[in-house]
């Protein structure tokens, strides 16, 4: 596809690497030349400096042939404008990243009235997940396929585990229908476990599973399953009003600790009557303890400035039992990062990326069995993926006892007809299921390609 | 420096070689001549080194600007070397020094020789010549681009280190789909000018070895007259026509072909381009009609167009000998060696683009102290050209001067007059080919210089057709100082650890 991306900043430039990572033609414009540069060194895409808004420039992008414009300045109104632009100027069909709360109650209207075909809002995604992750309390990664209805979890076994020492199969029990390990990381290694795999204390096991039976299983492995009622969130910008809002709305008791004072009743305004605002630094111990957290059960740290985040996260983990979150905005330093103790870590830029790459996958899809949704996992090292069958091939209708796989490859998970399916030898993928592949190799674009 | 990428890519440049040298062998088995087997034993040995070179992938694929340009000022240097090859083994040309002249000149589309007699080389080896020509002309790692599958765009600084001009700009948002744009352009007018030249009546093996010499603008001819052999004006007004389109900048035919005529036709450059050819042919012509062609003006203007053509699309190709012209006229045709063609062409000298931006950045200065307090910004093509592609100008401007005047002092120790020894370094520098004095002229070759010499041009050559800076990182201490330590650090180590084995 064609693909136009306006705004170079963190997601615009994330965007424009995975994209042409999966065999797009990205045309990336900016009005800062430098932003150009920094995109077109790196990634194999044309640049073009320009006011994105402007006819003219979108004509040099070559908005004639393009399929898709991708509007990600830190503008709402000049993304929604390009997208008019684009609109009247080609048939394409267009993306904007609109952040301002003030719309966020327009929404459908900008979709129905304005021809846009999606909008998305990073700060909200961001708040949606760490909603989720503070809902599922032992889970500290939580990927969705089938549109929310199968759930990748990740988990660490605690070292008391009652499982652990045995193999997935008599650790399963009575459970193993319905609950599916894919992926054991043991140090630096990466296992795609069998039903004999043994498993060890500390081990991170990511399954799949849908949340009703997610609770019993992390009954059993002696994680604590007991619901979350009081979060202290660090930082008061847009994915804090977003998050407190929601978590309200569920009934979670939420605290806000920001500096600014002028900012801290602007939220006191907008926000439900049974959030508390706090005025003060939330790098102060003191502060932090006084406002109770060693007996909050959530905690999330986002500021704007990644280090203080990362910093009060481990601050928080070794002092205290509550489930962290940590915002990471900026920092390259990924695989560091997994590696602190500092539980969950969210990356607002790839969260939104993997969104839109998702709906141009989608886009694509009309015809074959194509990947719908992709999540890198492990550091990168295991990507599971989504496909949707829509064709008939070598894998549909055959018991999966009868396929041969690639090696380091689970089928996981299918979903037929809104129910979930942990498949066992004797089932078999059918026409109009979804499903689920984990992987550890990189090469799948088909459904057809999981075969050895 | 990711010394494994450079030599994987190395490889890959060995393998394209081998596949091309296939054609002079081809050429050879048609006409029976027994010289092909040079060709053939030099093809295999470079394929095999390369498919070693390149069977496993390298694991780390970390490629900057650095290793970019390295791999560039290597891969031609190698390329100079192995061609150079075959003309030893069949004796046509004993000294590899000469050889290596040769081939330089070719790949780097100068066309300055050093053989006396072209004629008397056998037909495998004339054509192998003008196809280096061909091969040089787009570049090899250009053409690496398009059949090789390499990802990320750090590849783009491949493309970059290679391509004339001050900034190289995509056509489309792919690197490979912009190199097989290029290339089909390219393959389209050679194969244009071919069919035009075969109907005027020009042989078949002429016709394409003359237009493989246009369109790379190299000018190696398979007559000892070059062109002035084919008396002809609609030939030798063909391959006039042709420099000076092989000298334009691709790109404009790429929007003549999406059809974006006004991007096109608005190009700054061009004008320029066409402005400064018709300026030097009708002062040239008037230069010349008293003295060398009283009767007719329209020789005069005929021989002017093609010498104009040949120096300013740095092609080489002569139907007169302009060397005996009036000074005037000779001055005229110095100043267009170092003008050259345009940007992202496949002629060589500073390109026209570099000569607009260092006028127009020299008038701002001016402006400037007139208007202290103004701002005052350089514009191409109405839009404004940052201070950096302005500070990488000026800079590659002094280096050329510099890179001249000291290949100028070294070339003359061998005390030719001061016409040579000037000409003789322009004309390779800036990919001409015939110098403007007697002896290197159209008419003369570049036998006579000692070896010193010889080396200083080929290195001219090479700096010239890269555009000095692939040359100049390959050969400064900086590049290497890293690396060359992590060598020997590895070495010392290794010896340490023998040592220990050694005395426990």
Known sequence: ??????????????????????????????????????????????????????????????????????????????????????????????????????????????????????????????????????????????????????????????????????????????????????????????????????????DAISFVTTRKDAASFFKKAGLPSSHISSVVIVGGGKISFYLAQKLSEIGFHVKIIEKDKEHCEFLTTILPNDVVIINGDGSDQNLLLEEGVDTADGFASITDIDEENVMLSLFVRSNFTAKTVTKVNKLNFEGIIDKLDIGSVIYPKYITAEMIVSYVRALENTTGSNVQTLYNIVGGKVQALEFNVRSQSAVVGVPLSALRLKPGLLLCCISRHGQIIIPGGSDCVELGDTVVVVTTSKSLNDLKDILA | MNLRMISYL????????????????????????????????????????????????????????????????????????????????????????????EMASGYTTTGASILTNVEALSQCSLFWRSFSHWIGGMGVLVFLLMIVPLTGGNMMQLMKAESPGPSVEKLVPRVRQTAVILYSIYFALTLLEILMLLAGGMPWFDSITTAFGTAGTGGFAIKNASIGYYHSYYLQGVVTAFMLLF???????????????????????????????????????????????????????????????????????????????????????????????????????????????????????????????????????????SDDVIKGTTSYFTLLILIYALSVLLVSFDNFDMTTSMTSV????????????????????YASFSVLSKLVLIFDMLAGRLELFPMLVLFSPKTWKGSLGAIKRRISWNRKSMYQEKNP
């Open chain 2, 247 to 385: 000298g334009v900048n691709f790109s404009v035919y790429y929007f003549l072909l999406s059809r974006k005529y006004r991007q096109a036709f608005g190009s700054e450059e061009l004008r320029w381009y066409f402005g400064i050819v018709a300026v030097a042919i009708i002062c040239i012509a008037r230069n010349i009609h008293a003295g060398f062609y009283p009767d007719s003006w329209f020789d005069a203007f005929h021989n002017a167009a093609f010498s104009v053509s040949t120096v300013i699309s740095t092609t080489g190709f002569a139907i007169s000998d302009f060397s005996q012209w009036p000074q005037a006229s000779k001055f005229i045709l110095f100043l267009l060696m170092f003008i050259g063609a345009s940007a992202g062409s496949t002629g060589g000298g500073m390109k026209v683009s570099r000569l607009i931006l260092l006028i127009k950045s020299s008038l701002r200065e001016i402006t400037a102290i007139v208007h202290p307090r103004g701002v005052h910004l350089v514009k191409l093509d109405k839009k404004r050209v």
């Open chain 2, 10 to 101: 190395l490889g890959w440049v060995l393998n394209v070689q081998s596949l091309c040298m296939l054609l002079p062998v081809a050429v050879g088995i048609f006409y029976q001549e027994p010289q092909w087997q040079a060709f053939g034993i030099v093809a295999f040995c470079s394929l095999l080194l390369g498919v070693l070179l390149t069977l496993k992938k390298p694991k780390r694929t970390a490629f900057y600007t650095k290793e970019g340009f390295v791999t560039v000022a290597m891969s031609w240097l190698m390329l100079s070397l192995c061609g150079a090859v075959p003309f030893v083994l069949t004796k046509e040309i004993p000294n590899y020094i000469d050889a290596v002249f």
């Open chain 2, 426 to 445: 322009a004309a390779t520098l800036n990919n001409i080919g015939p110098g403007l004095a007697a002896g290197i002229g159209p008419k003369g070759n």
């Open chain 1, 1 to 202: 596809m064609n693909i136009i991306i306006i705004g170079c900043g963190k997601v615009g430039a994330t965007l424009a690497e995975q994209l042409t990572n999966e065999g797009h033609d990205i045309t990336v414009v900016d009005v800062d030349p430098d932003a150009v540069k920094r995109v077109t060194s790196i990634c194999d895409v044309m640049g073009i400096v320009g006011n994105g808004v402007a006819h003219r420039v979108q004509k040099e992008a070559g908005i004639d042939y393009a399929d898709l414009l991708i509007a990600m300045t830190g503008s709402d109104e000049q993304n929604l404008l390009s997208c008019l632009i684009a609109k009247k100027a080609s048939s394409c069909i267009t993306i904007a990243r609109v952040r301002n709360p003030d719309y966020i109650t327009e929404r459908s209207f900008i979709k129905e009235k304005l021809g846009i075909s999606m909008i998305v809002n990073p700060e909200l995604e961001a708040a949606n997940e760490i909603t989720r992750l503070f809902s599922i309390p032992s889970a500290i990664e939580v990927d969705t396929f089938a549109r929310g209805r199968i759930e990748l979890m990740k988990t660490i076994l605690p070292r008391h585990s009652p499982i652990a020492g045995m193999t997935i199969k008599n650790a399963l029990g009575k459970l193993s229908g319905r609950i599916l390990i894919c992926v054991i990381e043991r140090g630096s290694e990466v296992i795609i476990p069998s039903g004999d795999t043994m498993l060890c204390a500390g």
